[in-house]
């Protein structure tokens, strides 16, 4: 980091810093306005020396724009508007807005329209000449007696809102929005003294990020953002327009004909056209199904066995007291297979009324597998013809054999005790296109069955699904899984190029809540129903659908044995890094450090703790790390020396992986385990070898010696 100093100028004070396009930087002061001298590297006032035209020497410059010419507008304070031309290195300076001739801000639209904020004179749009040499104004004030007028002439910033057309306005007295199809009409978010409150009073910046997203800017509330798209959610109150509405929706159907059946907490509504009937007022609706043999609809309402409707009428009603197929008047569930036959899931096990008249419980049929006479709360029907039933807190059983002939059905249990199912609490089936039977459940969410293993396997961390409970799934034309869970609404896809990818909605995509009923859902001709406590959340799939935007990721720390970067001794620094975190492309630890953590975050901040993440650090991880908003850090300790690679990656709230993201990480070795310490250690072996081998030949030498003289002794004394 290098401080630079503008030479020339009394007061160093800079109100504002510009990059052009072309790279170039210019700096507004208070004094004056200044250029980077990139070859020189320094910072050069702009005078009537090195420019033409009316140069705003000593002017108290506010503001920069650049416009669609490449200009730059000034914007000043006292002094009114400049053009500059970069290309001709000329200036302009412009004649007075009005008797204050302060600008503060500068704006120009989707449409090439110039519009200026100024101090204590409002908001002017300006028409320029086609050679801009000329300039007229035309003005929009602050009047008291008009409501849909400027809150106040004092506009500190402007931007505009891509997604609504309209021009945002920061201003002393909140921000004002302005539908660019109807200019002069403004609605206005205050503290007080409007229907648009805003919990602030000055409002210094707006701005619009490249997600779209609205920021607010306030003096001494923080910062604000919001999310104008428009939502793609309808919500249906069963009673009326009412978003006070808190009685949670336990079951919905929809007729061919558009009829609606609605199953309340208590109470049960049918709608069609003008008509409106409600069913058993004071009792709680379990489910409601469809028998396209008789074309009748088959309600389960708690204690009163199975109701068969028509047109909104009751025409019978199945209780204990009246027929033989119906175990327990608390029935939860009936469901019609593809032969026509009526199986019902109760209090007391599971019962059966066949298309032929006969009628079976199996708490009472001699022989029945006991595990059919447990509660039983909904079931679903495999492309074999046989039978999932989800118990109360008993796991699940699997039905198979000739369903014709109860007597030799047969169960297997799913559950927790024997390992074959992650927890004892299903709540819903889904049947995919595909023949694959899904499960949602409460503590493990989404599972899925194991046709190889015979099993149960949570999936729900795998996907990254939010929460741990899936209650109502539905599959859409292409395949994609719809989950209401008790935190949002996710969709999964399980096939294509996009397999596993997740999109997650909450109440701030326009969900009436995030908590979704058990079994209350629904899906005809492109159209989801999704009960919840505040309504039923209805849309259509292919509405909701969003273009992938870039995904901004950021290091937002390094810490190396505990300590950050920006503490450590500058010396110490600039051995592992000599740039910011963000910056940092390779990292040296020296083998005085044992461990050290990287902290990283996305830069989405529409719902961000709905971001994944994943990281590995290669020649050391085999796989991915999957970590949410809540662990945004990767730690290492002891690595062994050598040249590795972290990797990162990110999603957005709707869970689009981003580009993956590389740091080069390099371990040092101790000294003893230098190249060079080798280096020494092979050159001692080596001489080693040479002292060992010179004292063998030395040895070998002397005994040669005495041996020699022995003989010559020897031939003597002969």
């Not at 019902?344 to 006991?370: I, P, Q």
């Not at 796991?395 to 047969?410: A, F």
């Not at 209650?471 to 209401?484: F, H, K, T, V």
């Not at 209805?538 to 503490?567: M, W």
Request: with cysteine; aromatic share 12%; charged share 25%.
């Amino acid at each position: 980091m290098k401080k630079l100093k503008l030479g020339g100028v009394s007061k160093q004070r800079l109100n504002e810093i510009h990059v052009t396009k072309e790279n170039r930087v210019y700096l507004g002061y208070i004094r004056g306005m200044a250029y980077y001298d990139e070859m020189q590297d320094t910072l050069a006032l702009m005078t009537r020396k090195n420019c033409r035209g009316d140069v705003p020497e000593s002017v108290n410059i506010q503001t920069l724009f650049e416009d669609v010419n490449g200009d730059l507008l000034i914007g000043t304070w006292k002094d009114g508007l400049y053009r500059y031309c970069i290309k001709e290195n000329t200036f302009l300076h412009y004649p007075p807005l009005d008797e204050e001739n302060s600008v503060l801000a500068l704006f120009q639209d989707s449409r090439g329209v110039m519009w200026i904020g100024t101090s204590g004179a409002g908001l002017y749009k300006a028409h320029f000449s086609s050679d801009r040499k000329t300039v007229s104004f035309e003005g929009y004030r602050h009047d008291a007696r008009n409501v849909s007028s400027l809150p106040s002439d004092y506009i500190y910033s402007i931007h505009e809102d891509l997604q609504t057309r309209s021009l945002w306005l920061g201003t002393r007295e909140g921000v004002s929005v302005m539908e660019l199809a109807d200019e002069g009409k403004f609605i206005n978010y205050q503290e007080s003294g409007s229907k648009h409150y805003l919990p602030v009073r000055e409002v210094n910046t707006v701005f619009r990020d490249r997600s779209g997203l609205m920021w607010i800017g306030t003096k001494g509330a923080g910062v604000f953002h919001v999310d104008t798209r428009k939502r793609s959610f309808n919500v249906i109150y069963p009673r009326g327009n009412d978003k006070s509405f808190t009685d949670l929706i336990s079951t919905l159907y929809v007729e061919e004909n558009g009829a609606l059946w609605i199953g309340m907490g208590y109470g049960l509504d049918y709608q069609h056209g003008g008509k409106k009937v409600t069913l058993f007022p004071s009792k709680r609706p379990y489910h409601i199904s469809y028998s396209p043999l008789t074309r009748e609809v088959l309600l389960a309402v708690h204690d009163e066995g199975m109701i068969v409707c028509r047109d909104g009428q009751i025409i019978h009603q199945y209780k204990t007291s009246n027929c033989g197929f119906v175990p327990h008047d608390l029935v939860y569930l009936v469901h019609e297979d593809r032969k026509g036959n009526r199986w019902l899931c109760t209090y007391k096990g599971l019962g059966v009324r066949y298309r032929d008249g006969r009628e079976y419980c199996f708490n009472r049929l001699s022989g029945a597998d006991e595990l059919l006479g447990r509660e039983m709360t909904t079931m679903v029907e495999d492309n074999d013809g046989s039978l999932w039933l989800a118990t109360n807190n008993n796991g699940i059983v699997h039905v198979t054999g000739d369903m014709e002939r109860p007597e030799s059905l047969q169960c297997k249990n799913y559950c927790m005790e024997n390992g074959l199912l992650p927890v004892n609490t299903p709540l819903c089936f889904l049947l995919d296109r595909s023949g694959r039977i899904w499960v949602g459940t409460e503590g493990s969410g989404l599972c899925l069955y194991d046709v190889q293993n015979d099993c149960f396997k949570s999936v729900h961390k795998e996907f990254n699904l939010p929460g741990d409970m899936v209650g109502s799934m539905q599959e859409d034309n292409s395949g994609n899984l719809w989950l209401g869970t008790n935190q949002g609404l996710a969709k999964l896809t399980i096939s294509g190029k996009e397999k596993g990818r997740v999109r997650i909605f909450t109440v701030a995509d326009g969900l009436a809540d995030n908590f979704f009923n058990q079994n209350a859902s629904f899906y005809r001709e492109g159209t989801f129903y999704f009960g919840c406590s505040r309504g039923i959340v209805t849309f259509n799939s292919e509405v909701v659908e969003e273009k992938q935007a870039d995904i901004s990721l950021c290091i937002t720390d390094i810490l190396v044995d505990g300590r950050p970067l920006e503490q450590m001794p500058d010396k110490n620094r600039k051995e592992i890094t000599p740039f910011t975190p963000d910056f940092t492309d390779r990292l040296v630890i020296p083998a005085s450090y044992s461990h050290f953590t990287i902290c990283f975050a996305s830069l989405t901040y529409n719902r961000p703790q709905q971001n994944k993440y994943a990281y590995r650090l290669q020649g050391f991880d085999a796989d991915w790390h999957y970590v949410d908003a809540s662990s945004r850090t990767a730690y290492y300790s002891k690595l062994p020396a050598g040249e590795y690679v972290f990797q990162l990656r990110a999603t957005n709230e709707n869970g689009d992986w981003g580009d993956v993201r590389e740091m080069e990480i390099s371990i040092e070795p101790p000294f003893w385990a230098t190249w060079w310490a080798y280096f020494i250690y092979v050159l001692l072996a080596i001489l080693f070898m040479v002292l060992i081998w010179w004292e063998i030949r030395r040895r070998l030498l002397l005994r040669n010696r005495k041996f020699c003289r022995k003989v010559r002794r020897t031939r003597c004394i002969i």
